[in-house]
């Protein structure tokens, strides 16, 4: 209520009790259609996330030269991981039939995405995520399919690092929760480290730090604020506890608490 507080506050300067009334009138006016203006924002930026994932999503499918059925599949499963509703899905369908066209605008759709959303980094690596899952989901990412994720993630001002980190996380959280009964795989530790951003030499400090860091940015509350849509909440959700498996793995290594 910031804004009926200060009208009425200049109401009153203004006009005594009478400019109070009216003043915090206008403020809850003005407020309302505040209000109005920034929902119709966020619900028209995660309507173009979702626009922007499938597309680019059809354009990597096609990036080896051939769409396969396996990626067709893949594709509607992760409508059904997102529970788009029958309208969502028609379009989702269309970005992504879109994306597949020889003269899809792979540049200018990151562009105008990361010029509406201004969503910063955790924001664009979900949306990165997401593509990966996709095109990894038969167990391999094909050079071109890999060649075209670094450059949509320089696109939004990330790099291949950013794209490695985001396969680390994957393959960290591949097997599942840390087993207390036994060691942790050397690969699947290794990952874990590249998913946070360091290397087996980083102390117990900067490991807590960079994991808090990473648990703060992806939060859901945060990223769904920056115009994640609210059927992605889940994906959100699904990072933070990749997170947590990958840190997980390192206290056990490493048996810190």
Same mark, same amino acid.
């Given at each position: 209520m910031p804004l009926i507080f200060v009208c009425a506050l200049i109401g009153f300067s203004l006009a005594g009790p009478v400019g109070l009334v009216v003043g915090a009138a206008i403020g809850y006016v003005l407020s309302t259609v505040a209000a109005s203006t920034t929902l119709r924002g966020l619900q028209g930026l995660q309507s173009q996330f979702l626009d922007t994932t499938f597309a680019v999503m059809g354009a990597l499918s096609k990036a080896d030269g051939v769409v396969t059925h396996d990626e067709i599949r893949v594709t509607e499963e992760v409508f059904e991981r997102l529970q788009l509703s029958a309208e969502q899905r028609q379009a989702a369908r269309a970005a992504f039939t879109r994306g597949k066209a020889p003269e899809f605008d792979l540049d200018a759709a990151v562009d105008a995405f990361v010029q509406s959303a201004q969503g910063g980094t955790a924001l664009y690596q979900l949306f990165l995520q997401l593509q990966l899952s996709a095109v990894a989901a038969d167990g391999q990412v094909h050079p071109a399919e890999h060649a075209m994720l670094v450059r949509?993630? &320089?696109?939004?001002?990330?790099?291949?690092?950013?794209?490695?980190?985001?396969?680390?996380?994957?393959?960290?959280?591949?097997?599942?929760?840390? #087993?207390? #009964?036994?060691?942790?795989?050397?690969? &699947?530790?290794?990952?874990?480290?590249?998913?946070?951003?360091?290397?087996?030499?980083? #102390?117990? #400090?900067?490991?807590?730090?960079?994991?808090?860091?990473?648990?703060?940015?992806?939060?859901?509350?945060?990223?769904?604020?920056?115009?994640?849509?609210?059927?992605?909440?889940?994906?959100?959700?699904e990072r933070a506890r990749e997170i947590n498996v990958a840190y997980d793995l390192i206290k056990q290594d490493r048996q810190f608490s």
């Open positions: 949509v993630a &320089r696109r939004m001002g990330l790099g291949e690092g950013d794209v490695a980190r985001l396969e680390a996380v994957l393959r960290a959280a591949a097997g599942g929760p840390a #087993s207390a #009964s036994a060691p942790p795989p050397r690969q &699947r530790l290794d990952a874990a480290y590249a998913a946070l951003g360091l290397t087996p030499a980083a #102390s117990e #400090s900067e490991l807590k730090q960079a994991y808090r860091k990473l648990m703060r940015e992806n939060h859901p509350d945060r990223l769904t604020a920056k115009g994640l849509p609210e059927n992605m909440r889940a994906l959100a959700e």
